[in-house]
């Protein structure tokens, strides 16, 4: 089955700085790649998401690489803000049978803005 | 209401209990599923559901049972639960019935606590 490996586990940075979440993951078969972002006691929510056929995609601050040849994706925040501060789950989609597929998430990212 | 609920937010039970968690999304979806979120462990796909049809089924022990009686609902049975079942229960909708391919819509969840 697919494993998806999610780094670092925490990170802080000043606000105004740009943060970056790595992730890989491990069936070259994946065509799905979506970011989602937990706050405190709350739902996870989608923030972006890429699919196979392209390498990069971007919306305001959030910028999401993928690499199908090394098999990785990153998540990229500039001028991060507090209100970023959050935990973030990488995911990779793949074809699980009967028509269906099915997400592996990662372990997550805290990532702390620090005023 | 609107997007996905989910009921109780808080459940208290002893192993030889039988209760049920409730979902239930309001966005005209064609697939839902179930999620466990444990503390620094990934989120772990529980079961899935797309057009009230179970496709996915985990390996979760059977002490787990779902029931989806129609397109917008969603149950969990729960019976003679273990201590390492305590976790957050996330439920799920997705448009595409074909899975994890396009965005997922969490619920709140259910904060289960097995004594």
């Known amino acids: 089955g697919e494993n998806v490996e999610q780094h670092p586990s925490t990170l802080s940075v000043q606000e105004g700085d740009s943060a970056v979440i790595k992730c890989t993951y491990s069936?070259?078969?994946?065509?799905?790649f979506p970011w989602y972002k937990q706050e405190l006691g709350k739902r996870p929510q989608l923030i972006i998401d890429i699919r196979s056929n392209v390498g990069e995609k971007k919306d305001q601050r959030i910028a999401v690489t993928l690499n199908k040849t090394a098999k990785h994706f990153s998540l990229h925040i500039t001028e991060t803000q507090p209100e970023d501060s959050a935990v973030y789950f990488c995911a990779a989609s793949i074809y699980s049978g009967a028509g269906s597929y099915q997400l592996t998430f990662g372990k997550g990212t805290k990532l702390s803005v620090i005023p | 209401e609107t997007g996905v609920t989910q009921t109780p937010r808080h459940l208290v039970m002893g192993m030889t209990n039988k209760k049920s968690l409730k979902c239930e999304q309001h966005l005209g979806h064609n697939a839902m599923y179930w999620y466990k979120q444990s503390a620094k462990k990934p989120l772990e796909l529980m079961f899935v559901y797309s057009l009230e049809e179970r496709v996915e089924n985990n390996s979760v022990p059977s002490r787990f049972s779902p029931e989806c009686p129609n397109s917008s609902h969603l149950f969990l049975h729960l019976h003679t639960l273990q201590p390492e079942d305590s976790a957050l229960y996330l439920c799920a909708s997705s448009q595409d019935g074909a899975g994890g391919t396009d965005e997922q819509f969490f619920g709140p969840g259910t904060r289960l606590t097995v004594l």
């Open positions: 069936d070259s078969a994946s065509n799905y």
